[in-house]
Each structure stands twice: as C-alpha cells, then as structure tokens.
C-alpha cells in the first residue's frame, strides 16, 4: 500500500482499528484507541490502548499492533500501511513514542490514517509524522 491506497481499503482498515478499539483496557483515560496494521501478504495485525495504575506503563494502541504483528513473523519495514481509530479526540495524532517505534518498524513509505468517531481522517506519511529518526546507523 502506498500514497495510492483506495480511500476504500484505508476504510476497511480504519474499521479494523476500530473494532480493534472496543478492546480498549482503559478506566483510567477513557480513551478507547485501536489501531491496524497490514502485511504486504495481506494479513492485518491489530492493537488496543491499556492502561496501568502506574499511569507510565500504558501501551498504545499503535505500538500493540506493531508488537503483535512482528511476534507473528512479519518482517520488519514491510508494513506500508497503520490506521488508527480513537474515541474522545477530534482526530488522534500519535504520541512521541508510537512514532519513534513506527518509523523504525514500518516500511520508509508507509502512510498512516487516523480517522476520528465523527469519520474525519487524516493521513500522514511516516517520515513527515517522525523525520529524522533517532537510529544506531
Ligand atoms: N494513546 C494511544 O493509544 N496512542 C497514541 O498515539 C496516544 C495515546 C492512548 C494512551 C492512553 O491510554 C490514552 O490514549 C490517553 O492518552
């Protein structure tokens, strides 16, 4: 998937995401946040935001879809495509962290959507949502 993606496939995955965020562990926020990941073999991967007593252990949603895909087998920086769907914001944009690990996990032209309850979505390629990654190279 690239920049060309079918505004229908991104919904598709949007709505993955979504179903994604119903899974949401999050007393604490009340943010329900879910996100979807696909594999160049078709196959998407999904993730959820839970929470932690101890506020700092919180995993988003972004980074779960990412783990699960990668212990499934799914080679690092083939993933071309990541949507996300959040409650309780006008249109979610990741937090530091998500992208940081999305930049060094997704492919160098991966595009991210993140659609809102009201439907509105944004889309940003990765290295305009995280230019200049911090790497080891
Ligand atoms: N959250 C995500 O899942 N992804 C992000 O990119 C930003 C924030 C979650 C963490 C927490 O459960 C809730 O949203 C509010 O910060």
């Known amino acids: 998937m690239s920049e060309h993606t079918s505004s229908q496939a991104i919904m598709q995955l949007a709505a993955q995401a979504r179903a994604a965020s119903q899974h949401a562990y999050s007393p604490y926020s009340?943010?329900?946040?879910?996100?979807?990941?696909t594999a160049s073999d078709g196959r998407v991967f999904t993730g959820c935001n839970v929470e932690n007593a101890s506020y700092g252990l919180t995993q988003c949603a972004e980074r779960n879809a990412l783990a699960t895909a990668i212990a499934a087998g799914i080679a690092p920086r083939s993933m071309r495509s990541l949507a996300i769907?959040?409650?309780?914001?006008?249109?979610?944009t990741p937090c530091g962290a998500c992208r940081q690990v999305m930049s060094e996990l997704l492919a160098e032209d991966a595009m991210i959507h993140s659609c809102s309850e009201e439907g509105e979505i944004r889309s940003w390629g990765i290295s305009e949502?995280?230019?200049?990654p911090f790497t080891l190279e």
């Not at 009340?30 to 990941?37: E, L, T």
């Not at 769907?85 to 979610?92: D, M, R």
């Open 129 to 132: 949502l995280f230019p200049e």
């Open 30 to 37: 009340g943010a329900q946040v879910g996100a979807a990941v």
């Open 85 to 92: 769907y959040a409650t309780g914001f006008s249109v979610l």
